[in-house]
């Protein structure tokens, strides 16, 4: 049997081959993540220069096409300012949720950092954190599937060449198709990474006594909130033209408010449970120590008594929660009140409206 020689060139090419399939399998880290990376470590202000990179070609597009400022009837009867904020919407909600991802990124880099010394086989745990985030394609997939099922209202619009509305409605649907991949993207990364902090937090070990060193937890779940509401009031710039539309919001409601449900929780519940459990323990190891001290009353036993005494009830006056929850209350307040009250507002002009027949 003849055996085909290699050459030089061949065993090059070969060995460089099996070197990247390696290196691609030994580092699953997705493309976007290395974007942003790549990003985070060659500009002074990442976060920035991704809104910018992202805000100002979408804008440029909307502006030089006409769409964003129509002076004609456009398919679904909205009025000028409407098509304004849905346009402007289009161009300024990826870059913000974009921002929000890079921001999230970094910090959670620092988080993951500092879990390096307090979880058993941190090396094992801080490998697999991009294990399932690989599969990134499919939330691409299922954003464009969401939009074209869900998001475009295809009976309202009209692609017939030559009418003064295809331009319209074909950046109508590229408008809806690019934010939901985007919204799709940002929120498949944050919620695996949720779900990572969650497996991490059922194997740390609580301290007690420093519950500080698990504020990233809580920051973590606070970010996802912002990030969230953040986006469910630059909706609101589709009532330019001071009308509520519930079918403008649906979708946003649809998903926002479970999206920031999971956000919040997620980082959060299992460390709230470790430190439950942990409070538990060490309040059960004091009751027994109380029950077997000595009924005698002379100084030593007292002072001791009266030790655990007191240590029982600092314990049981610890935080349940990896946050701060007096911040988190006044942030969850002032986050919330303006955009309801503003919704409140709305509501009832639409209200007086119809009991007036205006």
């Known amino acids: 049997m003849l055996v085909p020689s290699l050459s030089s060139r061949d065993v090059w090419y070969t ?32 976060v920035l220069t991704v809104g910018c990179a992202v805000c100002i070609p979408l804008l440029a597009l909307y502006t030089f096409t006409g769409v964003i400022f129509p002076d004609y009837v456009n398919p679904q009867g909205e009025r000028p300012e409407e098509v304004i904020g849905i346009f402007l919407l289009f161009s300024i909600l990826p870059a913000y949720l974009l921002m929000c991802f890079t921001a999230w990124m970094k910090s959670s880099d620092s ?23 690989r599969y990134w394609p499919l939330a691409v997939i ?27 409605s074909v950046l109508l649907v590229f ?9 799709s993207l940002v929120l498949f990364f944050v919620l695996h990474e949720g779900l990572i902090l969650s497996k991490y937090g059922k194997k740390l ?21 912002l990030m969230t509401v953040g986006a469910l009031v630059l909706t609101s710039l589709q009532s330019l033209d001071l009308t ?55 100084s030593e036993s007292l002072t001791r008594l009266n030790g655990l005494l007191i240590r029982r009830e600092q314990i049981h006056h610890m935080r349940n929660w990896p946050m701060d929850l007096s911040l988190f209350s006044r942030l969850v307040f002032y986050v919330f009140i303006p955009p309801l009250a503003w919704a409140g507002a709305a509501l009832t002009e639409v209200l007086l409206d119809s009991f007036l027949g205006t």
């Not at 979708?251 to 929780?265: D, E, K």
């Not at 709230?272 to 009924?295: F, L, M, P, T, Y």
């Open 142 to 168: 299922w954003g464009i599937l969401f939009a074209v099922l869900a998001g475009i209202n295809w009976e309202s619009l009209i692609f017939e060449w030559g009418d003064p509305l295809l331009r319209l």
């Open 244 to 298: 509520i539309r519930w079918d403008n919001y649906a979708n946003g409601v649809y998903v926002g408010v479970p999206a920031a449900t999971l956000l919040v929780l997620l980082p959060i519940w299992s460390v709230h449970k470790n430190i439950v459990q942990e409070k538990a323990n060490v309040i059960d190891g004091i009751n027994r120590a109380i029950k077997g001290a000595s009924d005698s009353l002379d």
């Open 175 to 183: 408008g809806q198709v690019s934010i939901w991949i985007v919204v």
């Open 111 to 133: 988080l993951f950092a500092s879990l390096e010394s307090q979880l058993p086989n941190s090396e094992e745990h801080l490998y697999s954190r991009f294990r399932w985030a």
């Open 15 to 46: 060995w460089n081959i099996c070197s990247l399939s390696i290196g691609l399998y030994k580092m699953p880290t997705p493309a976007p993540i290395q974007i942003i990376e790549y990003l985070t470590k060659s500009f002074r202000y990442p």
């Open 205 to 225: 070990k609580v301290n007690l006594y420093d519950l500080d060193s698990l504020n990233g937890f809580g920051r973590a779940g606070l970010n996802g909130l």
